[in-house]
């Protein structure tokens, strides 16, 4: 008789979940506030700055994580991630001029390039090989649901306390999910003992060549996403929606919603296939993004922006693993990090360069990630090697 198929709802996984959404809500709960801060602050012009640094270090530190996380062991590495961003919320109050809180937007990112590539890893180690994308489908449902929670938490504190008391929760939240993987049972058999020789790296261990196309997916994929960050708290407003977290909310909850389904059709039908798929919805969303003149038509958009997200998420992340030597999988998922960081980061910065409060240019920069998700749906299109 066929053997039952393996469970992938261990407490190991849950306790994984449940840290990456606290995690994810720590952060994401201060991205609708931080242009008004800013503002507030006297840094108006620096508004593209504010994801663009952030994405910035979580770049430059994904190919050290990478290495950390088949080295020393995936735990650790998660360890750090939470603790910078633990540190980094008690900070910003106190370093309150414009170039101390451009300082700390670079340090804070360092957070995002370890936690998330190390935990990425443990979720491939733990799980079933036959059920990759489902697995990382749920976990990127909780941790969308921190993004989701993130920003509406945080402007209720923002509305009803201060900005200061925001981010002290924010601190409070990701000491939460250092404590809960502080007992995790580690998944690196060999692991070394820290040392700073671990940081040397040779030119050929910075990224991870073969999962290239997946990382090139994610790179034009998510050029949009660095674009929204910046001025859709500005469309939002345009348009008359008075809570800028409304936005963010909406498209999260759709990609929670379809994430449900998403990780276990990559699985089902191919990754690459899936990509093809998803991409023509993200490309749609964008153009109905750019056209919307209404809060109903915005928040639709937005719907549908989060159901493409859902459903590329999961599948570029179970691609990665798919293509990476098992002995390189932190590697493998911190090269996809990279490119990750880099479309956000460079998307944040150039629609931050074109729009300079000139709303009328809003609509133009979405037609502009459009046109980068239609570039990566052609190369999908003449990509031959299903994975």
């Known amino acids: 008789?066929?053997?039952?198929?393996?469970?992938?709802?261990?407490?190991?996984?849950?306790?994984?979940?449940?840290?990456?959404?606290?995690?994810?809500?720590?952060?994401?709960?201060?991205?609708?506030?931080?242009?008004?801060?800013?503002?507030?602050?006297?840094g108006a012009e620096h508004k593209g700055l504010i994801i663009a640094l952030f994405t910035i270090t979580a770049g430059i530190s994904r190919p050290f994580s990478g290495r950390l996380t088949d080295t020393i062991g995936r735990v650790p590495v998660m360890a750090v991630g939470s603790i910078v961003c633990f540190i980094c919320g008690f900070l910003y109050p106190v370093l309150s001029s414009v170039a101390g809180f451009l300082f700390l937007r670079l340090m804070h990112g360092f957070s995002t390039g370890f936690k998330p590539t190390a935990t990425a890893a443990y979720v491939a180690d733990v799980v079933p090989v036959n059920r990759r994308g489902e697995a990382l489908g749920i976990h990127g449902l909780c941790f969308s649901t921190g993004m989701a929670l993130g920003p509406a938490i945080g402007g209720a504190i923002s509305l009803y306390f201060s900005i200061n008391v925001l981010f002290y929760c924010s601190s409070a939240f990701a000491l939460l999910s250092i404590l809960i993987i502080m007992n995790m049972q580690e998944t690196v058999k060999d692991k070394q003992a820290f040392r700073f020789g671990l940081l040397r790296m040779q030119r050929n261990e910075i990224v991870e060549w073969k999962v290239f196309p997946a990382a090139f997916v994610t790179f034009l994929s998510y050029l949009?996403?660095?674009?929204?960050?910046?001025?859709?708290?500005?469309?939002?407003?345009?348009?008359?929606?008075?809570?800028?977290?409304?936005?963010?909310?909406?498209?999260?909850?759709?990609?929670?919603?379809?994430?449900?389904?998403?990780?276990?059709?990559s699985d089902r039908y191919g990754r690459v296939r899936v990509l093809k798929i998803a991409s023509i919805v993200l490309i749609v969303s964008l153009v109905m993004i750019g056209i919307a003149d209404s809060t109903s038509s915005l928040l639709i958009a937005s719907a549908i922006y989060g159901v493409a997200t859902g459903v590329l998420s999961p599948a570029y992340n179970a691609w990665t693993i798919d293509l990476s030597h098992p002995e390189r999988r932190g590697m493998a998922v911190a090269t996809m990090y990279i490119a990750l960081e880099a479309g956000i980061g460079l998307g944040a910065f150039l629609a931050g360069l074109f729009y300079q409060d000139s709303i009328e240019r809003i609509p133009l920069v979405f037609y502009a990630s459009a046109g980068f998700v239609l570039v990566s749906l052609v190369y999908l299109l003449f990509y031959k090697k299903e994975s």
């Open 224 to 265: 949009s996403y660095g674009a929204m960050l910046t001025v859709v708290p500005d469309w939002s407003q345009h348009l008359g929606i008075a809570n800028k977290g409304l936005f963010f909310m909406t498209f999260t909850i759709s990609s929670v919603l379809i994430r449900f389904v998403s990780g276990k059709a």
């Open 1 to 42: 008789m066929p053997s039952e198929k393996p469970s992938i709802y261990t407490l190991q996984f849950a306790l994984l979940c449940l840290s990456s959404l606290l995690f994810s809500a720590s952060f994401n709960m201060l991205i609708p506030e931080l242009p008004a801060y800013l503002s507030s602050l006297g």
